[in-house]
T-cell receptor, first 114, second 115 residues
Framework: AQSVTQLGSHVSVSEGALVLLRCNYS??????LFWYVQYPNQGLQLLLK??????LVKGINGFEAEFKKSETSFHLTKPSAHMSDAAEYFC????????????FGQGTELSVKP | SQTIHQWPATLVQPVGSPLSLECTVE??????LYWYRQAAGRGLQLLFY??????ISSEVPQNLSASRPQDRQFILSSKKLLLSDSGFYLC??????????????FGSGTQLSVL
């Protein structure tokens, strides 16, 4: 069975600092991996996805994530945090053969301090 | 272009009352449809998914049910709400094609409070 673990339910950074949100997955087959962002009182938006092409994936708003098979990780980073990045971030995994059935992590709330 | 509509945006219901949340998708045909729930302090949980009219799969046992009366309409229901049904409900759709690579498109969500 697939699963996702996001380390840290809450991360706080200063504006301009590096953002690092951790995600580890478990999958018995090659996975698709995703990061979604949820701004307050809104639905989810796709930040980026890994689908077995390049291991370093660039997404919207300056975010990127690197797929590391040896570490079963897919951490999300951004070099310089902006106040508008404050939101909840979800890592998700899907089986390549299961259509859109995503398994989500618990979520990490990112706070950005001025 | 494709769009997904989900309503209502917020709902406050007493315990024991019925529930009906509706989701419709425009601009695509035969989508896969999903209902997710995000409970406070927890991640997203897949509740139901549907690959076609009348075809519903339930991922977890619960007090809720889902129906798909039309190709692009997905309804989440309950006959009697429980306090534990409170949460943020998200409808989503996807199309099985190599081009979309498993991408889900989410609605704006419904915040349900059961009191």
């Amino acid at each position: 069975a697939q699963s996702v673990t996001q380390l840290g339910s809450h991360v706080s950074v200063s504006e301009g600092a590096l953002v690092l949100l951790r995600c580890n997955y478990s999958s018995s087959v090659p996975p698709y991996l995703f990061w979604y962002v949820q701004y307050p009182n809104q639905g989810l938006q796709l930040l980026l996805k890994y689908t077995s092409a390049a291991t370093l994936v660039k997404g919207i708003n300056g975010f990127e994530a690197e797929f590391k098979k040896s570490e079963t990780s897919f951490h999300l980073t951004k070099p310089s945090a902006h106040m508008s990045d404050a939101a909840e971030y979800f890592c998700a995994v899907s089986d390549q053969n299961q259509g859109g059935k995503l398994i989500f992590g618990q979520g990490t709330e990112l706070s950005v301090k001025p | 272009s494709q769009t997904i509509h989900q309503w209502p945006a917020t709902l406050v219901q007493p315990v024991g009352s019925p529930l009906s949340l509706e989701c419709t998708v425009e601009g695509t045909s035969n989508p896969n449809l999903y209902w997710y729930r995000q409970a406070a302090g927890r991640g997203l949980q897949l509740l139901f998914y549907s690959v076609g009219i009348g075809q519903i799969s339930s991922e977890v046992p619960q007090n809720l049910s889902a129906s798909r009366p039309q190709d692009r309409q997905f309804i989440l229901s309950s006959k009697k709400l429980l306090l534990s049904d409170s949460g943020f409900y998200l409808c989503a759709w996807s199309v099985d094609s190599p081009a979309t690579n498993e991408k889900l498109f989410f609605g704006s969500g419904t915040q349900l409070s059961v009191l």
